[in-house]
């Protein structure tokens, strides 16, 4: 598999995308003014304990009060509590790091676990032990890595955590030491401006989107990053040749006068990943739905008729729309609770198969995923570590129409509601004649379909009932007006 990014950056945002043999597999859109808060460590306020939710808010200089489980804490001098109130007080001084950003209209959640990533490795100052990534399945490499770890904070006499990651595989002594000091010394500097900083202050923020896409993405598949910003690709440069000692992978300029997205039509897949349908090689489709609650994902046969039988189609369906689904995942940034209704299936190796399929694809994935067995209503239920907003909640917003809803009464039904607030407005005040201003949509149905009831309304108040057609009010939207 060979892989490239491609990082697209203007002065409000900035963009990466990865594509894998010549496809794109994932998109991050920051933008300048609303950078993402995940990573930020920040000097904050306990402003309210909350016994019941076993949680607290935390007020830490952002738009909203922050989320604080008693899970996410850190008990002082190692005493193990799950009661909030002996963790925290109200008042009280903490100092937390944000683990998923501010979502819809949930503030951001926080951890006193600080965690600091670097290329190789994840510090952990709370914490007092060595780990290595579970993705990395060599075990003479995971006691290579461990042995290293345990070595280095031997030898600094440091009582600190290190995860190393999975890039951290092959990788020489001296370049895991460098890392490893590297983030020690960014650990002692953020506990002085602890000291010296007052309380609902950022303490440490995150790298931009551009340097932290070198950081966490470049893999030994990554063999070309093109940055289409000169002084982006400087700094990256200056970045890669410090932290990312990965000679096969070349970080290039890109001066072309057609734009860097346009190049793998990255564009249009933004513009598909922003539709509900999603169309499969085999005629088949997905139907994908984000609510609050949890993402539904639907897979239809559509045009596809197979050659062979209805179980042989079915199967080859949800096979592809496993790999179609993965994608799609990556693609828009989806998480939380994710429902997938393939089709019915009888056959139970097809079952295993088609789930297989799903954790093979998946495995490609930097999200954390857990995928459940066939339910007996034949769902397939998973979770994605959700971090980030989606790349619909980034890119859109409610529709001001239908108000997010996706649907509108029909004219019919406004009609008929107009009917009805007309009798209301008759009963309760003397009028001379009514004004009803609605849409082009509803007007025209009083004139032709609804005539007849019109004139039978008019003819049972004793009163005319004029119409007006508004040009800015939508379907819904009516307004009765007593003259």
């Known amino acids: 598999m060979s892989e490239e990014i491609l990082i697209n950056v203007t002065p409000p945002e900035t963009r990466v995308a990865v594509i894998e043999n010549g496809v794109v597999?994932?998109?991050?859109?920051?933008?300048?003014?609303?950078?993402?808060?995940?990573?930020?460590?920040?000097?904050?306020?306990?402003?309210?304990?909350?016994?019941?939710?076993?949680?607290?808010?935390?007020?830490?200089?952002?738009?909203?009060?922050?989320?604080?489980?008693?899970?996410?804490?850190?008990?002082?001098?190692?005493e193990k509590s799950d009661q909030i109130t002996d963790l925290v007080r109200e008042g009280g001084e903490v100092?937390?790091?944000?683990?998923?950003?501010?979502?819809?209209?949930?503030?951001?959640?926080?951890?006193?676990?600080?965690?600091?990533?670097?290329?190789?490795?994840?510090?952990?100052?709370?914490?007092n032990n060595v780990g290595v990534s579970q993705k990395i399945e060599d075990e003479e490499e995971r006691n290579r890595l461990r042995e290293l770890l345990t070595r280095f904070?031997?030898?600094?006499?440091?009582?600190?955590?290190?995860?190393a990651r999975t890039a951290a595989e092959g990788i020489s002594e001296e370049a895991l030491f460098n890392d490893m000091r590297f983030l020690v010394r960014l650990w002692n500097s953020i506990?002085?401006?602890?000291?010296?900083?007052?309380?609902?202050?950022?303490?440490?923020?995150?790298l931009p989107l551009a340097l932290r896409a070198l950081r966490d993405l470049i893999n030994p598949e990554v063999e070309k990053v093109r940055i289409d910003s000169r002084s982006t690709w400087q700094k990256s440069r200056?970045?890669?040749?410090?932290?990312?000692?990965?000679?096969?992978?070349?970080?290039?300029?890109?001066?072309?006068?057609?734009?860097?997205?346009?190049?793998?039509?990255?564009?249009?897949?933004?513009?598909?990943?922003l539709e509900r349908k999603v169309d499969l090689k085999s005629g088949g489709h997905l139907i994908i739905d984000q609510t609050e609650a949890m993402t539904t994902i639907d897979v239809?046969?559509?045009?596809?008729?197979?050659?062979?039988?209805?179980?042989?189609?079915?199967?080859?369906?949800?096979?592809?729309?496993?790999?179609?689904?993965?994608?799609?995942?990556?693609?828009?940034?989806?998480?939380?609770?994710?429902?997938?209704?393939?089709?019915?299936?009888?056959?139970?190796?097809?079952?295993?198969?088609?789930?297989?399929?799903?954790?093979?694809?998946?495995?490609?994935?930097?999200?954390?995923?857990?995928?459940?067995?066939?339910?007996?209503?034949?769902?397939?239920?998973?979770?994605r570590k959700r971090t980030r907003e989606s790349l619909e909640h980034v890119l859109c917003e409610s529709c001001p129409t239908c108000g997010g809803r996706g649907t509108l009464k029909t004219a019919e039904t406004t009609c008929f509601d107009i009917f009805r607030d007309i009798l209301r407005e008759w009963r309760q005040f003397d009028v001379e004649q009514l004004l009803v201003l609605a849409s082009q949509e509803v007007v025209e149905r009083l004139l032709d379909e609804e005539s007849q009831n019109l004139a039978e309304l008019e003819q049972f108040i004793g009163r005319p009932i004029k119409l007006q057609a508004e040009a800015l009010y939508n379907q819904e939207h009516y307004d009765v007006v007593l003259i």
């Open 238 to 273: 200056q970045f890669a040749a410090k932290y990312i000692l990965n000679p096969d992978c070349s970080i290039e300029y890109y001066p072309g006068k057609r734009p860097i997205f346009d190049l793998y039509g990255v564009e249009d897949e933004i513009q598909k990943a």
């Open 300 to 383: 239809n046969t559509g045009a596809f008729v197979g050659h062979r039988n209805l179980e042989e189609t079915i199967f080859k369906t949800n096979l592809e729309a496993a790999q179609a689904i993965c994608r799609q995942l990556r693609l828009r940034n989806l998480g939380g609770i994710i429902i997938i209704d393939f089709i019915d299936m009888t056959d139970e190796e097809h079952k295993r198969q088609v789930i297989r399929a799903l954790e093979r694809c998946l495995s490609h994935d930097n999200a954390k995923t857990h995928i459940s067995e066939v339910s007996t209503l034949g769902l397939v239920e998973m979770t």
């Open 191 to 206: 506990q002085e401006r602890i000291a010296s900083s007052d309380q609902k202050k950022l303490i440490h923020e995150d």
């Open 25 to 78: 597999q994932e998109i991050v859109i920051e933008r300048t003014a609303k950078r993402g808060l995940v990573g930020n460590i920040y000097k904050g306020k306990v402003c309210r304990v909350l016994p019941g939710m076993q949680a607290a808010f935390v007020d830490a200089g952002l738009e909203r009060a922050a989320f604080l489980h008693a899970s996410d804490i850190q008990a002082p001098d190692g």
């Open 153 to 163: 904070a031997e030898q600094h006499e440091v009582s600190v955590g290190f995860i």
């Open 95 to 127: 100092i937390v790091q944000v683990v998923k950003d501010p979502l819809g209209t949930k503030g951001a959640r926080l951890t006193t676990n600080i965690s600091i990533p670097s290329r190789y490795m994840v510090f952990m100052p709370n914490v």
